[in-house]
């Protein structure tokens, strides 16, 4: 397997990884996944929740990517200290010593084209550079946990960055979530560790599944653009009380799971961005179209059973078009 594509065996999370007390307990937790070094993303993400100062928040992983300046990424280190961070395969190949066989860790599947990895794995050896001129960051960054089990209104929230089975899994993305027999093993593995929702990222595309029991939520990137209707962010929501601001929902349990847009300046974020990653970087091959454009796809995609769209997306409609 090349960098990019390998899968490392410490990436497996053990079984017991959801057992146990949770961490922490609260009524309104936010999960962020793949801010991918947007400074304008957390200042949005810090402004919502201002309108829920008892919130929780937990980062679960690629919180870094396009911050490739130390000062930059530091900075944003700074500001994610108050919250609970888990690692990634961003943060964990940082964290990682030795040469970097392993790429950015990525895990990426065979449909994947390979230009893509080499892109995403020149990225990561840039990020590596500024961060060895941090002292102390790779540690830092390796300490954290791959996964966290929390408490919301009394139900148990499993937080992973890929999927129940690896740090960089790819069984919570729509192809894998729209199998039945995978739905299944999701709704054992649930039953058996007594849990209400599991929520990912790392596969970089929003998807929700909900059953009458269980519901998994993917909220793709809170740093970049998810949809065709505006280049905004997504993150998980996950309350005894419903959200005003919600894209989509499902109920689950006495909870609400819903993912909420994350307005934040993309002007001046594409400003930061094309200064560090000027044309012909591969960031920019790879992301800027994404990130001035959005995606090909529209919310209703991500929705894969047990979640409506919420009145929001008629709003950001009439914002956006």
């Given at each position: 397997m090349t960098p990019g594509r390998s899968c490392p065996l410490d990436y497996q999370l053990p079984a017991n990884a959801f057992r146990g007390e949770p961490a922490f307990e609260c009524d309104?937790?936010?999960?962020?996944?793949?801010?991918?070094?947007?400074?304008?993303?957390?200042?949005?993400?810090?402004?919502?929740?201002?309108?829920?100062?008892?919130?929780?928040?937990?980062?679960?992983?690629?919180?870094?990517?396009?911050?490739?300046?130390?000062?930059?990424?530091?900075?944003?280190?700074?500001?994610?200290?108050?919250?609970?961070?888990?690692?990634?395969?961003?943060?964990?190949?940082?964290?990682?010593?030795?040469?970097?066989e392993h790429g950015c860790g990525c895990a990426y599947p065979d449909d994947v084209p390979e230009q893509a990895v080499a892109w995403s794995n020149a990225i990561h050896q840039r990020l590596t550079a500024a961060v060895r001129q941090l002292p102390g960051m790779p540690e830092q960054l390796a300490a954290r946990p791959a996964t966290a089990l929390v408490s919301v209104g009394g139900q148990r929230v499993a937080i992973s960055h890929g999927d129940e089975q690896s740090l960089a899994g790819w069984q919570c993305d729509r192809q894998a979530l729209r199998s039945a027999e995978r739905q299944q093993e999701i709704g054992r593995w649930c039953e058996q560790q007594q849990?209400?929702?599991?929520?990912?990222?790392?596969?970089?595309?929003?998807?929700?599944?909900?059953?009458?029991?269980?519901?998994?939520?993917n909220n793709g990137a809170a740093g970049m653009p998810n949809f065709n209707n505006g280049c905004y962010g997504l993150v998980t929501r996950i309350a005894a009380q419903p959200s005003m601001a919600a894209l989509y929902r499902a109920q689950v349990a006495g909870l609400y799971i819903e993912a909420i847009p994350l307005n934040y300046d993309n002007q001046a974020f594409l400003a930061e961005f094309d200064?560090?990653?000027?044309?012909?970087s591969p960031a920019a091959l790879s992301y800027r179209e994404r990130i001035t454009q959005g995606t090909a796809e529209q919310p209703l995609d991500a929705l894969l059973g047990g979640f409506t769209l919420a009145s929001t997306l008629c709003a950001l409609e009439a914002h956006f078009v």
């Open positions: 309104t937790l936010y999960v962020v996944g793949g801010l991918y070094g947007n400074e304008q993303a957390l200042a949005a993400l810090h402004k919502r929740l201002l309108r829920e100062p008892l919130a929780k928040v937990v980062f679960n992983g690629d919180a870094h990517w396009f911050d490739a300046e130390p000062g930059l990424f530091s900075r944003i280190e700074q500001q994610l200290t108050p919250h609970l961070l888990l690692r990634g395969n961003v943060e964990t190949e940082l964290g990682r010593p030795g040469t970097g849990i209400s929702v599991l929520t990912t990222s790392h596969t970089c595309s929003p998807a929700a599944l909900a059953s009458e029991h269980w519901a998994v939520i200064r560090q990653w000027p044309a012909g």
